[in-house]
């Protein structure tokens, strides 16, 4: 029980961070009331609403579904109807909750880290960093992304806050050399897990595929397994346009996992349903603010009665 204030400190954080969303829910919402069933024109109320807070057409069509076989033994009432909510968006976030494990043998296990720029990509690499640091594993850093000099410096300002390795080359380097370099530091000094920073170029998706397909070819040279995880991370407040990204690096990159951040402060966290519900894809962890421990592996129960509104 020694993690508990951790837990609440979390938690409480993740309130504020999904506050704005679950208000937006709730004004949505309006006041139902009833009997012990939702009326088709609630059911079409608490569809319009879900999906006006961004957890997209098809996971408020199946929670509408879902819903509608529901009884509700005390009355129909708003806080039932959000219980019965959190209920649903639970089930869709179970299936896709899980946490970046680091089981790769041989070691190092290299994590590629895609996205748009301003994404949250390079704080998520820190971020990234300090879990895996917290649970004793050995941490490297690469600046793979060398389109922009600010990238290669915010990384390695992090690395040494962090007081881990970072790999580096100059700007305009070839990302692929300077992967291959870490890749062989990392296994030489026995490290457990290299993280990768890449460029975001989308507009350009044709050079942004060439780069990425360099980096796959020089890592499996060295271990055929290598990257072991591909995770793309999303800005929440991009609402259904994170959705579009998903597609696009899916298709560039092989995208293996997600993690999405800046759930703080936006009324859009909802797109996290959708994305789990529209991709199926393993959603690592959610960031919920700027600083160095405001990631998590998210806990699908705990986010979705806080989505609901009916955490507390
Ligand atoms: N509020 C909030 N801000 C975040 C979060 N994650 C990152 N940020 C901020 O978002 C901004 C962009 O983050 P970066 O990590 O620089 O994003 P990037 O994708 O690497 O972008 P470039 O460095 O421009 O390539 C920074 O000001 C971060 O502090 C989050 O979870 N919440």
């Known amino acids: 029980m020694s993690a508990e204030p951790e837990t609440t ?26 009997a012990n069933r939702l009326t088709d024109a609630q059911l079409d109320d608490v569809e319009d609403a879900l999906i006006l807070s961004d957890l997209g057409p098809r996971a408020a069509a199946r929670i509408r579904d879902k819903l509608k076989s529901v009884r509700f033994e005390n009355g129909v009432d708003e806080q039932a109807v959000k219980e019965a909510m959190a209920d649903e968006i639970a089930a869709i976030l179970r299936r896709v909750a899980k946490p970046l494990e680091i089981v790769a043998f041989p070691r190092p296990q290299v994590i590629l880290v895609i996205g748009v720029n301003g994404s949250g990509k390079t704080t998520t690499i820190a971020k990234l960093a300090h879990l895996f640091q917290e649970q004793d594993y050995g941490v490297m850093l690469a600046a793979g992304d060398t389109f922009r000099a600010a990238a290669i410096g915010q990384l390695k300002v992090w690395a040494d806050r962090l007081s881990i390795p970072v790999v580096t080359g100059p700007e305009g380097g070839d990302p692929a050399s300077i992967v291959f370099d870490a890749v062989k530091a990392a296994t030489d000094t026995g490290i457990d897990t290299l993280i990768v920073d890449t460029a975001g170029r989308l507009h350009n998706k044709r050079e942004l595929m060439d780069e990425l397909a360099k980096v796959r070819r020089v890592l499996g040279r060295l271990n055929p397994e290598a990257p072991h995880d591909v995770v793309l991370v999303l800005d929440a407040t991009n609402g259904q346009n994170a959705l579009q990204q998903i597609e696009i ?8 996992g997600l993690i999405m951040t800046k759930l703080d402060g936006t009324a859009r966290g909802g797109v996290l349903v959708a994305a789990a ?36």
Not at 249 to 256: D, I, P, R, S, Y
């Open 9 to 34: 400190s979390w938690s409480d954080r993740l309130l504020g961070g999904f506050g704005k969303t679950s208000e937006r829910l709730a004004e949505n919402l309006g006041s139902i009331v009833g």
């Open 277 to 312: 519900e529209q991709y199926g894809l393993p959603i690592h962890a959610i960031g919920v603010g700027e600083k160095i421990d405001d990631l998590r592996p998210f806990d699908p129960d705990l986010v979705a009665r806080v989505i609901a509104g009916v955490y507390r």
């Open 249 to 256: 690096f899916k298709e560039v990159a092989g995208v293996t």
